[in-house]
């Protein structure tokens, strides 16, 4: 559900959050959603960090309306740039918004979860990153002893990175989520944000031959590997290619992806519901089917 409850106010990235959502969601075959959402937007900026109860009051109509429709939530804090860039300046205020945060839901049902901050960079190195983590667990695990919690790799929720985490050894009731989006160069052509170098990817077609195949093989290989050998089970939390790559390319990057997270156990969510990389047309109201096929593969026979 993203570009709605993490943008700077909602529909100013061109999208809003209709609760009617969920239950297109759950019927095309999808069984749990994942909702970034920019708390620290609403807080105060300073002492005692107090959350808008409106903006609490909003997020609260979409976890219940995903949760009456059958649907596990994850609720993701995200985009607190301030927090990469200056992580001790901000450190107090992301723990009380997280107290503040896990008290409000700690009488949901276990079918809600909480990731505490998507993709950890920049100033939030490893070892900060690991440091904040236990600290912030800490805090929720007061009010919220057995809620399962979505812990991201360091250095941008990237595989690469899940051999710098360092989790508490005494809390097994945590998730680990990487982010994948390789070969960067087809997921991301003409993506503004990257700059001028997307639009020379323009035409990256997926695959191009068994190189690329065994290079995602390989590379779940890798996160498997660490799962077993750390005995933490995987939350592949983002991945997708954006709208610029023909749809065919997407659609076969995106089944081959999901197929081998299921392949090894892991469980997924697609980035994302209806913006720039979204398998949904909002104005259509129809899914774009196939992407919607790649994500939700037939049974076998």
Request: proline share 7%; glycine share 6%.
């Amino acid at each position: 559900m993203a570009d709605m409850l993490e943008a700077p106010s909602e529909g100013a990235w061109g999208v809003r959050l209709e609760n009617g959502y969920f239950a297109v969601i759950q019927k095309a075959g999808f069984r749990s959603v994942r909702i970034p959402v920019a708390f620290q937007i609403h807080a105060l900026g300073n002492p005692p960090y107090t959350i808008d109860t409106n903006f609490f009051g909003r997020v609260d109509g979409a976890v219940k309306s995903a949760l009456d429709c059958g649907l596990a939530v994850v609720i993701d804090l995200h985009h607190y740039g301030e927090l990469r860039k200056e992580p001790e300046k901000h450190r107090a205020r992301f723990l009380s918004i997280w107290d503040r945060i896990a008290r409000h839901y700690q009488n949901y049902p276990d079918t809600v979860y909480f990731e505490l901050f998507n993709e950890p960079g920049e100033g939030l190195s490893p070892v900060v990153w690991n440091a904040l983590v236990a600290q912030t667990l800490r805090v929720v695990r007061q009010s919220n002893p057995k809620r399962a919690v979505i812990i991201d790799a360091p250095e941008w929720a990237n595989i690469d990175g899940l051999e710098k985490l360092r989790l508490p050894e005494n809390d097994r009731n945590l998730i680990v989520t990487c982010h994948y989006y390789n070969p960067f160069e087809f997921t991301h052509q003409g993506a503004v944000w990257i700059g001028p170098r997307a639009d020379a990817w323009l035409g990256t077609r997926w695959p191009s031959g068994q190189v690329q195949l065994t290079a995602i093989q390989r590379d779940f290989d890798k996160i498997q590997a660490w799962s077993k050998l750390n005995k933490r089970p995987i939350y592949l939390g983002e991945f997708g290619a954006y709208s610029k790559a023909d749809m065919k390319s997407r659609a076969s990057w995106t089944a081959y992806v999901a197929r081998q997270c299921e392949e090894r156990g892991f469980s997924w969510a697609y980035w994302e519901f209806c913006s720039g990389f979204g398998a949904y047309d909002p104005p259509a109201r129809v899914w774009r089917e196939p992407l919607l096929k790649a994500l939700v593969a037939p049974p076998q026979q």
